[in-house]
């Protein structure tokens, strides 16, 4: 019997162990028998947790011996276990072996736990009595296509649309590095479909979307299959992210594509593929999108919400960024700098009608989900036809705070010193390269959201929850709540997949806590999946912008009556003194 180490807990397995003896059947845990054998290298999914490692050993020792079988269980809403359980199924089949999958909630009721494990019983007494068990050699290890230096030269690396505006010219920075990649910027309802079809539906939204689109791409026929690549980032940290990759591969397998190869896009070593290299203008370069990304999303959204003339802002949001993508193609860093405030003043010049002012929201949440219109529904468009300005946070904030993650290491275990040293220099060099663009919205008159400090960020949070908080967007979710709290944004849409577990703990779970801080705070989390409530979520977001715009009244009233109080101050003084 497999599962998370608290599953041996029978409060949490309803007992089922002794359901299994009852049966006349003996239970041996993972653990007792993970030592026994070792899982073949390399499989398809990265070993992230040391309970997984156990898991696939144990699945191995059971596919070698003709006298056992297995279950495992898993808990309901765990999407790490979508990664586990198809692997573990995998294994399996590879000696012929039958898998039982049991997931377990709070209810507590075992009629259909029950009826499941008969139905193992009697497909094992039926395989005994045909005696027709065909023993396989268990090769389940994975042959991963290698993008080669060859490849290079004629393949086309297709990207997945995650934040449209930053992926925009994440095309042609990539591009220019001699590299033949497109963007696939369109999803569809059947993109979701075509996810579904191949991603185990445990998955978070995420890796389902990006994953649909790759496979809808291939299946188009627009691509030659034996000249394409994919390429997808991995983290290497404990989030579902860093398997987006072993999800990729076995729905390649299971579509057909099998020898599409699939580059890992990260800055830890994993997966290296001699084709692609992480250079250091390749580096510059996608830094300076990120910059660009960020600055034209704060244009964007600022001065849409109060344009006097409809459509100007997006006319020219669309100039620029033709712009930037040619300064990212070929440009020095005094026309890198020169053009950030040549971006600022020709957005000053939109003339704005701030007569009534407007709630501002900003969105937080998984960091494809806030910057996807698909994947969160087009949530800051229902925001802006409710009336609110809509901020959406830095991008490089979140490479900020990976950069923290080796020098919290340091701090708090005292390991990984060399790289702690490497990334405080990293996240310096972002400060310089994001200085000019700290000037440029000082100078300007519309009140534009700065770029984040991340040490004052880190700061800050320490009174809500640990820095050691690291899976997915870990206390820097936290932290961009803080952020525009601080910064006159009470209002904030904490967006989730579904059963996005650290996403649960550090944006719905702090949020007590920061109500209790920041009384003003007005939050609301909305979850996303493919199953999720349009209806429900169109209602939270209106009840949230019901509550922003009550009290955004209510703190106009008190400025309006506090000056008309210092105003009959002023006027009493002033008789007084001519009196006198």
Known sequence: MLGRPYHVDPEINHGIDTLITSLGLCVLTEDSVSDKAEAKRPIRVVDQWVYHARLYAAAEFVGKHDSLELIQLNSFGCGV????????????????????????????????????????????????????????????????????????????????????????????????????????????????????????NDACYPSILVTGQMIE????????????????????GGCRATNYIGFIRKALKDAGFENVPVISFNIVGMEKMPGFKLTVPLMEKLLRMVVYGDLLQKMLTKNRAYEKNK??????????????????????????????????????????????????????GEVLIKYHPFGNNYVADILEKEGAEVILPDFMGFAKFMCTHKITFNNLLNTNKTSSKLMK???????????DVRIALSNSKKNYLPPCDIWHLEEKVKDVLSIGNQTGEGWFLTAEMIEYIENDIPNIVCVQPFACLPNHVVGKGVIKTIRSKYPEANISPVDYDPGASETNQTNRIKLLMTVAKDNLKTKQNRIKALDEENKTKSDK????????
Request: net charge positive.
């Open 425 to 435: 220099v990293a996240i310096k060099l972002i400060d310089i390269l994001e200085k």
């Open 217 to 236: 791409a291939l299946q188009s026929g627009k691509y030659d299959i034996n000249k394409t690549a994919l390429i997808m980032s991995q983290t290497g």
């Open 81 to 200: 276990d979508a990664v586990t359980t198809d692997q573990v199924e995998e294994i399996l089949t590879s000696y012929n072996k039958m898998y039982t999958l049991i997931k377990i909630d709070e209810v507590n009721n075992l009629g259909a736990v029950r009826i499941r494990i008969r139905s193992l019983l009697a497909s094992m007494k039926k395989r005994d009595k045909e005696k027709k068990q065909e023993k396989q050699d268990g090769n389940y290890a994975v042959n991963k296509k290698i993008f080669t230096k060859e490849m290079r030269k004629d393949y086309t690396i297709l990207i997945p649309q995650m934040a449209p505006i930053h992926f925009e010219l994440l095309e042609s920075a990539v591009r220019s590095s001699g590299y033949n990649v497109e963007l696939l910027r369109q999803c569809t309802q059947k993109t979701v479909e075509t996810g579904l079809k191949y991603v185990n």
């Open 311 to 364: 459509g100007e802002t997006q006319k020219l949001f669309d100039t620029w960024m033709e712009k930037c993508k040619k300064l990212l193609e070929k440009s020095n860093s005094k026309e890198f700098k020169q053009s950030i405030y040549d971006i600022v003043n020709d957005f000053e010049k939109i003339e704005l009608d701030t007569s009534k002012e407007k709630p501002r929201v900003g969105i937080v």
């Open 573 to 580: 003084n002033f008789v007084t003194l001519h009196s006198k």
